[in-house]
């Protein structure tokens, strides 16, 4: 069956003899140097285990589809976690298909052949003139290395287990059954771990991220003068995550002022003001999808006022004691509650709440002014791993080769009575990588100092 052109409504009729004239007069333009990709390895390892946790099942997992922007602009595609893991491949529309057997078959949509049809010069969605060139069956087959098949081949019949909520056609097409939610849990368990190359990734991602934060400092100065010097910064970024990576993982934070008390601020559309700090939360993804995540926060000024420097440093000694903790065989909660006990002990000795440290870890009150969790799992997605049960997640211990961020946080809101007037307004976030090792667990972005008097120095050589 022939799918209908995404033709735009402005789209000129194509005459007969224009139609036949586009069939020829093309020189050959298949690939001779196709390479499999680096990732390609680990992914079919990644399959093995797959069907081998659901041995004589089938198994569908899609890519995902493109999504609307505006009437026909769509968002630049990007495949769901799990499709990339598994395939290292990336198009809109594609589908793995794990048969009971064990063998996988990933289903493309190859390129249009020039000598037929009118894809490849009047489809806005897909054709090669307007979004550019994708593999051959053969080509698909050498990067992935993985047998793969035309999209029009695919028949989704019978019992199968979906990877559902990512290709509404994939979804229609198999009836629901109990063991769908257990398949995407594994596919997030899958990933807790992470194996030699996606560590290699992050990394990747992580330096990338150093060197767009060294860039953003840097900026600093034009972007005080600029209206909104908030989106000047977040432009920098984004400039080094387009140039290294594929993009942002995740929409910037850059929150100056009171905006860094609103925990996702991604408007940031605010005007800088010198007096104030700047909260930055921003990686860059890399081209395979990996991405960083960090966070700084950052005297404009390039020097702590004496109040900024108390909040910033109560944070930086939570952080450091959870990261402390971080080691194989503790429970992933431990992290946080040691943060958060540090937190305690200086709200209370500062006065602002009245209770025991104890006391104040059991009734929660210092939540008000933490509001969130320490840290997550990292990986594909800036949130990785968040389908996985909760025995084996938030309720586990953490492993080798498991990479999580550590992220306490203050965030004294403008309005908030309970604080003295000096400290209202003032968000302190300080967010960093970490792979668990054998004995402990290795801080990925290190490169980015985390004291405040090494964050001022720093600040001091980048401004000049």
């Known amino acids: 069956m022939t799918e209908p052109l995404n033709t735009g409504s402005h789209d000129l009729p194509i005459t007969e003899e224009l139609a036949a004239f586009m069939r020829t007069g093309w020189a050959d333009t298949r690939r001779a140097d196709v390479r499999a990709l680096p990732v390609a390895p680990w992914a079919a390892k990644r399959r093995a285990a797959l069907a081998s946790r659901f041995p004589g099942e089938r198994l569908v997992v899609p890519a995902g589809t493109l999504k609307v922007r505006s009437n026909d602009c769509d968002y630049r595609f990007r495949p ?123 990394q990747a991602a992580v330096d990338a991220t150093v060197r767009g934060f060294e860039d953003v400092v840097r900026a600093i100065p034009q972007a005080l003068r600029h209206a909104r010097g908030e989106r000047y910064l977040e432009g920098v970024f984004g400039l080094r995550s387009r140039l290294e990576g594929n993009a942002v993982g995740y929409e910037s934070i850059v929150a100056s002022g009171a905006h860094a008390c609103v925990l996702h601020w991604i408007r940031n559309d605010g005007r800088l003001d010198p007096a104030d700090m700047l909260l930055l939360d921003a990686g860059v993804e890399t081209d395979t999808l990996y991405t960083a995540d960090i966070t700084r926060t950052l005297p404009l000024s390039g020097r702590f006022s004496p109040v900024q420097r108390q909040v910033y440093e109560l944070v930086y000694e939570a952080q450091s004691a959870a990261i402390e903790v971080l080691r194989p065989g503790v429970r992933f909660r431990d992290f946080h509650l040691t943060a958060m006990r540090v937190i305690c002990e200086g709200l209370h000795e500062w006065g602002l709440l009245k209770d025991s440290p104890d006391a104040l870890m059991e009734s929660g009150l210092y939540r008000r002014y933490t509001l969130c969790s320490s840290g997550h799992m990292l990986g594909l997605d800036v949130h990785d791993c968040a389908r996985a049960r909760a025995e084996t997640y938030l309720d586990g211990v953490l492993e080798e080769g498991q990479v999580l961020t550590v992220e306490p946080g203050l965030y004294l809101q403008p309005d908030d009575l309970t604080l003295p007037e000096e400290f209202r307004g003032l968000g302190v976030r300080i967010e960093d990588d970490l792979v668990i090792t054998a004995d402990g667990a290795r801080l990925m972005s290190a490169a980015l100092p985390r004291h405040p008097d090494e964050v001022e120095s720093w600040m001091a050589v980048l401004l000049g």
């Open 80 to 202: 769901h976690s799990a499709f990339s893991y598994l395939t290292g491949a990336g198009e809109p529309g594609e589908v793995l298909v794990i048969e009971p057997s064990g063998e996988a078959v990933l289903y493309v949509r190859p390129r249009s052949p020039r000598e037929e049809g009118q894809e490849f010069y009047r489809d806005r969605r897909y054709g090669e003139f307007w979004v550019g060139r994708r593999p051959d069956l053969a080509e698909a087959a050498e990067l992935y290395q993985i047998d793969c098949a035309h999209l029009r081949e695919l028949e989704l019949t019978g019992p199968a287990r979906v990877l559902r909520g990512v290709d509404p056609a994939v979804d229609a097409a198999v009836e629901p059954g109990d063991g769908d939610a257990e398949l995407e849990s594994y596919l997030s368990e899958a990933r807790l771990v992470k194996d030699e190359w996606e560590i290699g990734e992050l």
